[in-house]
C-alpha cells in the first residue's frame, strides 16, 4: 500500500527509469515490510523552467 | 472545499474525463455535503513509463 | 491503477468516509474501465487552521 | 525545507513563472522563518480538459 | 484556480500561517492574473521524524 | 533536487523510518545522479480509515 511520488527534472532515460523504480521499491519492502505488488511508484518528470530553488527557476541557473 | 486529484494512465478521451470529473464530484457532494462549487478536480495523467507496480514499470508489463 | 487523493477539512465520520471511497471508487471504475482492485483512495484531513480561500483560512471565517 | 508545489493552468510565460517562484519564496522566508536555499517551488501545469470546478471541465467552460 | 500546496515542518502558529497563505495568495494573484477566491492553499505539517534530507530524518539532525 | 512522498500506513517506528528514508535517498542517487544533498522525502502517514483499496478503507478490512 504504501504509494511513492518522485518529482524529477525531465530527462532520464528509460533504463535510468527503470532501475529507480525497482530500487525505490526494494527500499520500501525492506524497510516496512509491505509485500512488492502493493509498492506503487509514480513519477512526476517537470520541465526545467517549472522548479526553483531558493527563488530561482532551475531553467535560469547556470 | 475538497480538492480531489485522480492520478491516471494518459489516453483517456475528452468525453471520459468529462464524466469521471462529474461522477466524482456527485459522490464528494454526496458524501460530506460540499457544495458543488467547492469541489475542484485535479487530474494528472501519467505516461505509462511514469507508473510502477511491483518494481514494474507499466511500459514493460506485457 | 488509478490513485485518488482527495483533502478535504477534518471532522467526517467513519461513515462518511466509508461511502465517500465506495462511491469515488465506482466513478473511477465506471468511466476509466479500470478493475476496482486498482483504485486507491486516500483521504488527506486538514485542520480548519490549516487550508485558506482568498487568502483567508478557514478557521478564521465566519 | 518548505516544499511548494502550485497547481495552475498551462500557458504561463516564462517570465511569469519567474516572477511567480520568486514571490512565493519570499513569502515563505519572511512567514515561516526558513532560508531561501531552503525553499523548493515546484510548478505543475495542468492542461484545460485535466482540471473541473463544479464537476464540469475547465475546457468546457464558457 | 491555483492550488497551492506547502509541505512544511510542524509547529507554526496561528499567527504565522495566517500571514503564510496571506501572502503566498498576493504572490499567485500578482503573477498569474488570478482572481483572490480562486486560489486555494493547504498546509501540510510534518512532524520532524517525517522529513528527511540527504537521506537524515530532520528529527536526528543537531 | 529529487522531492519523493511517500504515503503509507501509521505505525512505523522511528528506526523504520530511519532506515526507509536513507535506503529511498540510496536508490536516487545511484539511479539519476543526484547528489544526497538534494534528494528530500516526506513520510505521508495515514490513519488506517484514511485508506483504501478496491472502495473498502483500510480500517474495515479483516
Do not use: F, H, W
Not at 37 to 55: H, Q
Amino acid at each position: 500500500m504504501p504509494i511513492v511520488q518522485v518529482n524529477l527534472i525531465e530527462g532520464r532515460t528509460l533504463e535510468q527509469k527503470r532501475r529507480l523504480v525497482a530500487e525505490i521499491t526494494n527500499a520500501v519492502v525492506n524497510c516496512v515490510d509491505a509485500p512488492p505488488d502493493a509498492v506503487k511508484v509514480i513519477l512526476n518528470e517537470m520541465p526545467r523552467e517549472n522548479y526553483a530553488s531558493a527563488g530561482v527557476l532551475y531553467a535560469d541557473k547556470k
